[in-house]
C-alpha cells in the first residue's frame, strides 16, 4: 500500500537526523504525491517512474502553485526517490532536479512594491527632523526620493 511507503519514508527520515520540520514537509510533499497518483489511478508500490515526475510537476504548474514551492516538492520527491534506492524498491533515479525544478529570470522572484509620490513626499517631510532619523536612514530616504524623481523624468 502506497501509505506504507510514505510511513517507512519518515522513519528514514528520523533516522537521518532530518529535523522535525523538513520531516513534516517532507512527508506532506509525498503523500500529496500519493494522492495525486490515485487520482490518475496509479497504483503506487515503490517504483517510481519519469512520467510520474513530469506528470506530478505539470499538475502542479495547471494549479498555479508558486514556483517555490513546486521546487520544494521536487526537492522532497528527490529525497522519496533516494530512499526507495536505497531500499531497493526502485532501481534508477527518476528525478533529475536539473531537468525537473522550476527556473525563475533573475529579479523577477517577487513582485516589487514601488513608493507612491505621495509616500515619498512623506518619508521627505519626516526626515526634516534629524532627531527622528539616523544619518544612515536620512541617505536611504533621500536615494530613493531621487530615484522615484529620475524615474518619474525618464
Given at each position: 500500500?502506497?501509505?506504507?511507503?510514505?510511513?517507512?519514508f519518515?522513519?528514514?527520515?528520523?533516522?537521518?537526523g532530518k529535523s522535525a520540520?523538513?520531516?513534516?514537509?517532507?512527508?506532506?510533499?509525498?503523500?500529496?504525491f500519493?494522492?495525486?497518483l490515485?487520482?490518475?489511478?496509479?497504483k503506487f508500490?515503490?517504483?517510481?517512474?519519469?512520467?510520474?515526475?513530469t506528470?506530478?510537476?505539470?499538475?502542479?504548474?495547471?494549479?498555479?502553485y508558486?514556483?517555490?514551492t513546486?521546487?520544494?516538492k521536487i526537492?522532497?520527491?528527490?529525497?522519496?526517490?533516494?530512499?526507495?534506492?536505497?531500499?531497493n524498491?526502485?532501481?534508477?533515479?527518476v528525478?533529475?532536479?536539473?531537468?525537473?525544478?522550476?527556473?525563475?529570470?533573475?529579479?523577477?522572484?517577487?513582485?516589487?512594491?514601488?513608493?507612491?509620490e505621495?509616500q515619498?513626499?512623506?518619508?521627505?517631510?519626516?526626515?526634516?527632523?534629524?532627531?527622528?532619523?539616523?544619518r544612515?536612514d536620512?541617505?536611504i530616504?533621500?536615494l530613493?526620493?531621487?530615484s522615484?524623481?529620475?524615474e518619474?523624468?525618464?
Amino acid at each position: 500500500m502506497a501509505t506504507d511507503f510514505v510511513e517507512k519514508f519518515k522513519i528514514y527520515l528520523k533516522e537521518d537526523g532530518k529535523s522535525a520540520k523538513t520531516i513534516e514537509s517532507y512527508v506532506g510533499d509525498i503523500g500529496g504525491f500519493v494522492v495525486y497518483l490515485q487520482g490518475v489511478e496509479v497504483k503506487f508500490q515503490g517504483e517510481l517512474k519519469r512520467f510520474y515526475i513530469t506528470s506530478f510537476r505539470s499538475h502542479l504548474i495547471e494549479s498555479q502553485y508558486e514556483v517555490a514551492t513546486i521546487n520544494k516538492k521536487i526537492n522532497s520527491l528527490q529525497s522519496f526517490n533516494n530512499f526507495l534506492m536505497k531500499n531497493n524498491y526502485c532501481n534508477e533515479f527518476v528525478v533529475d532536479l536539473r531537468k525537473d525544478r522550476m527556473r525563475v529570470a533573475f529579479g523577477s522572484e517577487k513582485q516589487v512594491e514601488v513608493f507612491s509620490e505621495k509616500q515619498v513626499e512623506r518619508m521627505l517631510f519626516y526626515i526634516q527632523n534629524q532627531e527622528n532619523v539616523s544619518r544612515r536612514d536620512n541617505m536611504i530616504i533621500l536615494l530613493i526620493s531621487m530615484s522615484f524623481r529620475l524615474e518619474k523624468i525618464g
